[in-house]
């Protein structure tokens, strides 16, 4: 028997204040097998964060059966909804295509819980677009991050999904501290990123294997990521902004912090699932700068 979800109810739970907050929808990815599992940014980075000292809380939705187990280290408000988001990726000649199903209930202020008004990195994570973009007015002296990803993707009606372009006002890329995309999320646009980087204090663009570009104060520097073997590359995204951000908070650092997040993220990659998120000698050796 599966283990009991741990579906909160944060009228009726106290919870306690966190520094690194996660907005964003729990996933339900299936496998080739018929089984599925548990992914989602809000999984990946939220256990990553959690493995960088941070205490983490997620507010997501999803439905109360489904087994959240693995997010027990750390604090999950769950808003009720009848759905999970759920993807299925399929291999293809051409590539890879991915597949949309179920959304569930979009993620709005109004769900915030009091207790988690003030955290010290506020990590806004939407898969699906299913984070409200105003959501960012509710925090007033934290650092707003974003992994963009899921605001820049599209479903046609047999839920095929597909990039799209920026859809909302400006305000919420102005009003970001920092914002994490990939190459593949503006179809390798650099007219985009031209346009996010004019927007936005400070704009990280992932390139797979190659590492990782940062723009800030004018200037493009770019991060090299170590040659690794690779064995999955589920979640290294989310693992990477995770990383920058808990350390651009502590260093003030964008450089540094690319560098730290370029070098975990690579390593993540030789693991499968979960067991990819960061070893607390890989931080020590990332954060040293031991190779």
């Given at each position: 028997m599966a283990p009991a979800s741990p579906f909160i109810n944060y009228a009726l739970k106290a919870l306690k204040p966190v520094d690194y907050l996660l907005v964003g929808h729990v996933t339900q990815d299936l496998l080739p097998t018929g089984s599925s599992r548990l992914g989602g940014t809000v999984t990946f980075s939220g256990l990553t964060a959690e493995r960088l000292g941070q205490s983490v809380g997620i507010v997501t939705a999803c439905e109360s059966e489904i087994d959240l187990s693995s997010l027990e280290p750390l604090q999950v408000v769950?808003?009720?909804?009848?759905s999970t988001t759920t993807f299925r990726n399929i291999s293809?000649?051409?590539?890879?295509?991915?597949y949309l199903?179920?959304?569930?209930?979009?993620?709005?202020?109004?769900?915030?819980?009091?207790?988690?008004?003030k955290p010290k990195i506020v990590h806004l994570g939407p898969v699906a677009s299913e984070v409200d973009p105003?959501?960012?007015?509710?925090?007033?002296?934290?650092?707003?991050?974003l992994t963009a990803q899921g605001w820049l993707r599209g479903v046609d009606a047999e839920g095929l999904v597909h990039p799209v372009d920026w859809l909302y006002s400006h305000d919420l890329l102005k009003a970001s501290h920092a914002c994490v995309i990939s190459?593949?999320?503006v179809r390798g646009q650099e007219e985009v990123i031209e346009e996010f980087a004019a927007m936005c204090k400070l704009l990280v663009v992932t390139e797979n294997k190659l590492g990782a570009r940062v723009y800030w104060n004018g200037d493009i520097h770019c991060f090299p990521a170590p040659e690794v073997e690779l064995v999955e590359d589920t979640g290294a995204g989310d693992i990477f902004a995770a990383c920058f951000f808990h350390r651009l908070y502590t260093t003030r650092d964008p450089w540094e912090a690319a560098r730290f997040a370029v070098r975990l993220a690579a390593w993540s990659v030789?693991?499968?699932?979960?067991?990819?998120?960061?070893?607390?000698?890989?931080?020590?050796?990332?954060?040293?700068?031991?190779?």
């Open positions: 769950t808003v009720p909804s009848s293809t000649p051409e590539g890879r295509s991915q199903y179920h959304p569930a209930t979009t993620l709005e202020a109004s769900h915030l819980p009091e207790a988690w008004l105003q959501i960012y007015k509710a925090f007033e002296d934290s650092l707003i991050c190459l593949e999320d030789t693991r499968t699932y979960l067991g990819s998120i960061p070893t607390s000698q890989e931080i020590a050796n990332a954060q040293f700068e031991i190779i």
